[in-house]
């Protein structure tokens, strides 16, 4: 397996001159970009149009995060199985398209005055549910688009298009909502989709995936294959405990941190925007580090240290007051600090992640591992609004950034802080995920023996 210490966060210096002249990958590149700055825009302009246009109180606030969020939980483990047989082309133009149309409808809706809570709901799950098809599938198109040893290299370019959109995205969203409208936010939301969908379709390159049989293979028969793949590798299900550890302490301490700076701080939307897009040139750094700190340290170090790091800062919140330029240096400075630390510790689990999946479990090992852990974001997100309400925003801040404190201890209690310098080999490919076909005709074989 390649190192990680060829990639860099910079794309133009970890991916190789060979790889950016490949005009499909740079196609899916821009199509990415677009898309992930379409999402991280989204992610700000819904909770703030709620907040500061709708008057939502918290209760309302965690309930449409969650709606958006459940998508996760509800469709990433069908989403996995579907995708590793269909072209990922297919499924990222169509999800484009799809959230084009509907950030599109939001906006007619929001100038014309219908877009209110329940519009707000319906947009969310929408394009919560589109976005975790595209997520998938562009995660498996890297795996088909590109040779294995430029895995880590073509990841490194997405990873850093994911921290531009970081940058931009938040700020953006917060800066349109609040010097225009929500209408408008959500079309800029539109855009992005639409440059994605005008981008990937472009791209030309036939897709190596597996022969569709007469009979396919049943598709939850496709998701127990990909759940036993990750629960019997102790390595990968730590990282779904973890993950699930974090994103469930995440979501309920953002719902809160949303809540927490407009009505406690008294900070403008442009303001919240500006402090939540400090992550961005944080991941950028995260990505330098991720490229040399596992080398040198080992990767079970850095993944613990890291994520001990980045989940701690917020409880630092709890200690500012007002809307001072001290208060707002201080929320770039967590916000910077979570971005490295966060994003050095997704390289480095990426990494992991992909030394040991076979091919043709790509999409279905993305997508549990999506399910497990982002699939408790909503009932997160939910928690966070009814503590919220019940105990107040300074304690609840309080608890909900004391929990993210569980995912690098459940890391910590692992055989995964026990990784060295080097990623583990890949595992042999499972028979069924090679040739589904054959499996199938195998349990046929069976089924006839047995009379049943």
């Known amino acids: 397996m390649p190192s990680t210490s060829s990639a860099v966060s910079d794309s133009s210096r970890s991916v190789p001159p060979s790889l950016w002249r490949d005009r499909d990958f740079r196609r899916l590149w821009v ?28 209760g309302e606030l965690g309930v449409l995060r969650a709606v958006g969020q459940a998508p996760l939980l509800l469709v990433s483990l069908f989403v996995g ?50 976005s975790v098809f595209f997520d998938v599938a562009y995660q498996a198109s890297l795996v088909r688009l590109v040779r294995r040893d430029q895995l880590l290299q073509g990841n490194s370019a997405l990873e850093g298009s994911r921290s531009a959109a970081q940058i931009g995205g938040p700020a953006l969203g917060g800066a349109l909502v609040s010097l225009l409208s929500a209408p408008i936010a959500a079309a800029s939301g539109a855009v992005f989709f639409a440059l994605s969908f005008l981008s990937i379709r472009r791209i030309r390159r036939t897709e190596s995936i597996p022969e569709r049989s007469e009979r396919p293979p049943r598709v939850w028969r496709r998701i127990h294959e990909g759940l036993r793949f990750i629960v019997t590798d102790t390595s990968l299900r730590t990282v779904c405990l973890a993950s699930a550890a974090f994103q469930f302490s995440f979501a309920a301490m953002m719902t809160v941190f949303l809540l927490f700076l407009p009505r406690e701080l008294h900070l403008s939307g442009t ?7 400090a992550t961005g040139p944080g991941a950028l750094l995260g990505s330098v580090l991720a490229a040399r700190l596992p080398n040198r340290f080992g990767y079970g170090p850095v993944l613990v240290a890291a994520a001990a790091l980045g989940d701690g800062v917020f ?19 967590i916000n910077f600090v979570f971005g490295t630390a966060g994003q050095l510790v997704n390289v480095t689990v990426m990494a ?87 499996h199938e005709t195998a349990l046929r074989d069976t089924d006839a023996a047995t009379g049943s």
Do not use: K, Y
């Open 315 to 333: 409880l630092c919140v709890l200690a500012l007051d007002g809307s001072s330029a001290v208060t707002v240096c201080a929320l770039l400075a």
């Open 81 to 130: 199985a579907w995708v590793d047989r269909w072209r990922t082309r297919t499924v990222m133009v169509v999800t484009d398209a799809g959230r084009t149309l509907m950030l599109g409808a939001a906006a007619v809706a929001g100038l014309l005055g219908w877009l209110g809570l329940p519009a707000l709901l319906v947009v969310a799950f929408a394009v919560g549910a589109l």
């Open 31 to 58: 199509g990415q970009t677009a898309s992930q700055l379409g999402e991280h825009t989204i992610l700000i302009v819904l909770p703030l149009f709620a907040v500061l246009t709708l008057n939502a109180d918290p």
């Open 271 to 277: 303001t919240v925007g500006l402090t939540l897009a």
């Open 352 to 438: 992991v992640r992909q030394a040991l999946t076979p091919d043709g479990m790509h999409g279905r090992a993305a997508a549990t591992i999506t399910f497990v852990g982002m699939g408790m974001a909503p009932l997160g997100s939910l928690l966070g609004g009814f503590l919220a309400m019940e105990w107040g925003l300074h304690t609840s801040l309080l608890v909900t950034a004391a929990g993210m404190m569980l995912s690098p201890a459940v890391m910590a209690l692992s055989p995964l802080a026990r990784l060295g310098r080097e990623l583990p080999a890949a595992h042999d490919t499972p028979p069924a995920a090679a040739r589904p076909e054959a």
